[in-house]
């Protein structure tokens, strides 16, 4: 007599958790490193992968952006599209988790203020968005 086989289906209904470390790293309730879920995780993610330099990352020499060291460059459309350009490859290769829906940066020349806002959602949750803005 054959043994039947056993059929193992694949569901949707279990998502996996996102659990990360909040970023920036500041004294709080439960220390100072505090636990992020879900959106707050990637968020925060993404606002790290902004702000680190390329190079800055102990054997990681290719995470993080070039994003902070042309504040006080000439802000043009094609520069702009250079940075966009930057951070979704970052973003594809650094934060897989994060699915971009849009990349926005704005000057301010009086203040050599740049602002990055990110819209994206997550393959678990794709009707949500999210947007976080980076300011340097």
Do not use: C
């Not at 959106?39 to 992968?49: D, F, N, P, R, V």
């Amino acid at each position: 007599m054959i043994a039947p086989q056993r059929i193992d289906f694949l569901t949707t209904s279990k998502l996996t958790p996102i659990i990360g470390i909040g970023f920036p790293v500041v004294s709080g309730t439960g220390g100072y490193f505090t636990a992020t879920q879900g959106l707050t995780t990637i968020s925060s993610s993404l606002k790290q992968l902004i702000l680190t330099n390329k190079g800055e990352r102990v054997m990681m020499p290719d995470f993080g952006t070039t994003i902070r060291s042309s504040l006080f460059s000439l802000m043009d459309e094609t520069r702009r599209r250079e940075m966009k350009e930057e951070i979704q490859s970052a973003v594809a290769s650094y934060e897989p988790r994060a699915i971009l829906k849009s990349v926005e940066i704005s000057f301010e020349d009086s203040q050599h203020q740049l602002t990055i806002s990110i819209a994206f959602s997550t393959a678990e949750d794709m009707s949500t968005t999210q947007i976080v803005e980076v300011i340097i």
